[in-house]
């Protein structure tokens, strides 16, 4: 798996089928879905085509895109090149997917302001370590200034497919971006194979192309975390991706005061805001700027939410404070 924390809190306005099965929808259109668990998530499909056995075929190619680079980015794994990165503080002729997220990563680290940083492992490793064991243990303020003084993408090297740590002790965690970019990369490869309608959600993380068996845009609710059975919003997806990032759900302490968000200038969990959706061009776009909100002050992130083409936002602040983007109403109505 990518991540332990991967649940999101979206929720999908059809059905998810627990294996993969088709059924004729009408005398030429199947509709084919399937729902499996890799990456230490739900990861599901629907697939609209007039040919069953070629949605079916695509669909395989699919999850076998799924394992192949989510073995590529579980850090978890010293196999991989991203464990030998963190381990070594070099990688010498990275993958090319693996170029291509961390290339990612370092453009929307400047682009946050440095919200948005993968280098934040140190210190969800001080959290790891303190929270472990049954008696839970703060760490203190030297310890994470220690970790902090880790953290930063601009120690980030990368010379054509090789990637260098500038500081020793640094390592870096992609649960805020390879998601988004694996979605990327399945959607892909089913546009490749022709099924141009079609639905990919992998624990909230979700690319919605084409349209449904009906005609109509894929539709999305945007749950509200403090209510479970609630929903803020119905939005409405054609070509586009939306995804969540929420610190109530994931702490590592009781008193709920660590989470695995990290704010990287104060290496602490964000206070700010508990929640926020975006939908943005890419999957993996999406997941970036939603673990971004979550850091920044929301008419910032809001700000920047409409500085960006075709890119939406809702947050929800500490205090239940619900703020939308100049473009999210956009999203709303058909």
Not at 321 to 332: A, D, L, M, V
Request: charged letters at 25%; a neutral charge; aromatic letters at 6%.
């Amino acid at each position: 798996m990518i991540s332990g924390v991967m649940g999101l809190n979206l929720a999908l306005n059809s059905i998810v089928y627990p294996a993969a099965e088709a059924f004729s929808l009408r005398k030429t259109l199947h509709k084919v879905s399937g729902t499996r668990l890799t990456m230490g998530t739900i990861v599901s499909m629907t697939l609209l085509s007039t040919s069953k056995e070629m949605a079916e075929e695509a669909m395989a190619l699919a999850y076998e895109e799924v394992n192949r680079l989510s073995a590529l980015m579980n850090r978890f794994d010293e196999r991989s090149p991203v464990a030998r990165l963190n381990m070594d503080g070099i990688l010498k002729d990275a993958n090319p997917d693996i170029i291509e997220v961390m290339s990612s990563a370092l453009k929307y680290y400047s682009l946050t302001g440095g919200a948005f940083d993968i280098t934040v492992k140190p210190v969800i490793d001080l959290f790891t370590r303190k929270f472990s064991s049954k008696g839970e243990e703060y760490p203190s303020e030297t310890e994470i200034a220690a970790a902090v003084d880790l953290i930063g993408s601009d120690k980030i090297e990368i010379k054509g497919r090789d990637i260098y740590f500038k500081k020793p002790g640094m390592g870096v965690t992609l649960d805020g971006i390879a998601k988004g970019y694996i979605v990327d990369r399945v959607s892909e490869i089913l546009l490749n194979h022709r099924i141009d309608n079609h639905l990919v959600n992998a624990g909230g993380d979700i690319k919605a192309m084409g349209v449904r068996a009906d005609g109509r845009p894929w539709t999305v609710a945007i749950q509200d975390p403090m209510k479970n059975s609630n929903y803020l919003d119905w939005i409405y997806l054609t070509d586009v991706a939306v995804a969540t990032s929420g610190n109530y759900e994931n702490y590592f302490d009781r008193d709920k005061i660590f989470h695995h968000i990290v704010n990287p200038k104060t290496g602490r969990s964000p206070v700010l805001n508990i929640s926020a959706s975006v939908i943005a061009p890419t999957t993996m776009e999406a997941d970036i700027l939603a673990t971004s909100l979550i850091v920044m002050d929301s008419r910032d992130g809001l700000k920047l939410i409409d500085s960006l083409p075709r890119c939406a936002a809702l947050v929800i602040s500490r205090s239940n404070q619900i703020r939308r983007s100049s473009g999210w109403k956009g999203f709303t109505t058909q």
